[in-house]
Nanobody, 116 residues
C-alpha cells in the first residue's frame, strides 16, 4: 500500500522551530518529487516546499530562508525544518507525491500552531 504519513507538528511560540516528517511506505521517496503543503483555517491549501527526485528544492516566497526541505533516503522520509516560525505559519501541513496543486490524495496532515 502506497502511503505518506505526516508527523511532528505541535504548538510553538513565534520565533521557534519545528521539524515535520513525511514517512513513506510502499515506494521509494527518492524516486519521486515530494511536496509539503499547508492549509490554514478559512484559506485554500498552498504549496510550501518541494524536493525533486534529483534533489532540487523549491520554496514558497513566504517561507524562503526560514524553511528547509530535506530527504533521508535510508529512512525513506522527507523532512521540513521550520525555523523563525510566525503566527501566519499556523496551518495543517501535508506532504504529497506532487509539488503543485491540484491534487486529491491527502493524508491526515499534522497541525502546526504558532502562538504566544
Amino acid at each position: 500500500q502506497l502511503q505518506l504519513v505526516e508527523s511532528g507538528g505541535g504548538l510553538v511560540q513565534p520565533g521557534g522551530s519545528l521539524r515535520l516528517s513525511c514517512a513513506a511506505s510502499g515506494f521509494r521517496l527518492d524516486y519521486v518529487a515530494i511536496g509539503w503543503f499547508r492549509q490554514a483555517p478559512g484559506k485554500e491549501r498552498e504549496a510550501v516546499a518541494c524536493i525533486t527526485s534529483g534533489g532540487s528544492r523549491n520554496y514558497a516566497d513566504s517561507v524562503k530562508g526560514r524553511f528547509t526541505i530535506s530527504r533521508d533516503n535510508a529512512k525513506n522520509t522527507v523532512y521540513l525544518q521550520m525555523n523563525s516560525l510566525k503566527p501566519e505559519d499556523t496551518a495543517v501541513y501535508y506532504c504529497a507525491k506532487v509539488c503543485t496543486l491540484p491534487w486529491n490524495y491527502w493524508g491526515q496532515g499534522t497541525q502546526v500552531a504558532v502562538s504566544s
